[in-house]
Nanobody, 126 residues
């Protein structure tokens, strides 16, 4: 059974940093694509970054490119999202996600990913 559990959200001032973690079980990063998505109040869930080990490609949304970085620790089966220079518009619930079918090549819509964590709130405010 695929399970994803996020942690690391919180309140941070503009310009600050946070690192989100997502502990995965039931699959390996070699076999599944992984990604981070976010959903702000009243907005649709949007892709932040996705990675496919099959293609080796990583896709970031333009709004976070150069500020956010996805990484994995395969020994711990954990993925991370390092977020730097945070802005108020980054405020959202952040979700990690996994999918067997996504093969990379573009930043996917949320409907294309099958497995989801419970979400963690990130608030950027002074």
């Amino acid at each position: 059974e695929v399970q994803l559990v996020e942690s690391g959200g919180g309140l941070v001032q503009p310009g600050g940093s946070l690192k989100l973690s997502c502990a995965a079980s039931g699959f390996t990063f070699d076999d599944y694509a992984i990604g981070w998505f976010r959903q702000a109040p009243g907005m649709e869930r949007e892709g932040v970054v996705c990675f496919s080990s099959g293609s080796g490609d990583t896709y970031y949304s333009d709004s976070v490119k150069g500020r956010f970085t996805i990484s994995t620790d395969n020994a711990k089966n954990t993925m991370y999202l390092q977020m730097n220079n945070l802005k108020p518009e980054d405020t959202a619930v952040y979700y990690c996600a996994a999918d067997y079918g996504y093969r990379g090549g573009y930043l996917p819509d949320a409907v294309e990913f099958a497995y989801w964590g419970q979400g963690t709130q990130v608030t950027v405010s002074s």
